[in-house]
């Protein structure tokens, strides 16, 4: 089926250790994003992408870096983990003109 | 700046109710997006609607509804005949110069 596919689904990270969550997304979209959803925070904005080769921060992009090299895909990494990070984190994509995002199903990851 | 205000953190209601979800929205931008999704239990995240910001007809796609009133800058949702299913947590996003801000969201509880 097409859409946004989040790898992995569930993490625990002890606190300094790095990983990286994957998107990938089969719908040719231009736009890529990552978000974090913390309980009474809505969804805050770490990183996006308008294109491939091209990264922005967002709203909160401390502790994170992001790289897309590939237009389908947009990886998230986390050098350093730190329990601060422990959240629900989201993927979308987007065609070029706002038409409302195609999200992933989620990673939630628990760093200890 | 722009801003997004959902005031209702949670509605309960009894199946079969109606229910209007509200969203007030900021931004100094003449031309943007506002948008509708949806989080049930399960967590994924569903886009329901778009509207731009010249079309102020207002929408409705079987129990639900939208009224989108520039004058007052509220994009309000409603339910009809709510159903157990409708049991989620609905966020509204305003989307301007490529940028998209979410309200914290509304957590609906229907209530056989």
């Known amino acids: 089926n097409a859409g946004v596919t989040q790898t992995p689904k569930f993490r625990v990270l002890k606190t300094g250790q790095s990983m990286t969550l994957l998107c990938a997304q089969d719908m040719n979209h231009e736009y890529m994003y990552w978000y974090r959803q913390d309980p009474g925070m809505g969804l805050r904005l770490i990183h996006y992408s308008v294109g491939e080769g091209t990264t922005a921060k967002g709203e909160v992009p401390d502790g994170y870096n992001v790289s897309r090299l590939k237009k389908q895909n947009f990886l998230l990494g986390l050098e350093s983990a730190a329990p601060s990070q422990t959240s629900v984190y989201f993927c979308?994509?987007?065609?070029?003109?706002?038409?409302?995002?195609?999200f992933g199903s989620g990673t939630r990851l628990t760093v200890v | 700046a722009q801003k997004v205000t959902q005031a209702q953190t949670e509605i309960s209601v009894v199946e079969k109710e109606d229910v209007t979800l509200d969203c007030v929205y900021e931004t100094r931008d003449t031309t943007y997006y506002l948008f509708w999704y949806k989080q049930p239990p399960s967590g994924e995240l569903v886009f329901l609607i778009r509207r731009n910001s010249f079309d102020e007809q207002n929408e409705i796609s079987g129990r639900y509804s939208w009224n989108f009133q520039k004058s007052t800058s509220s994009f309000n949702f409603t339910i009809t005949a709510s159903q157990v299913v409708d049991s989620a947590v609905y966020f509204c996003?305003?989307?301007?110069?490529?940028?998209?801000?979410f309200g914290t969201g509304t957590k609906l509880q229907v209530i056989p």
């Open positions: 979308a994509s987007e065609p070029r003109g706002a038409y409302g995002y195609t």
């Open positions: 996003a305003l989307s301007a110069y490529q940028k998209v801000t």
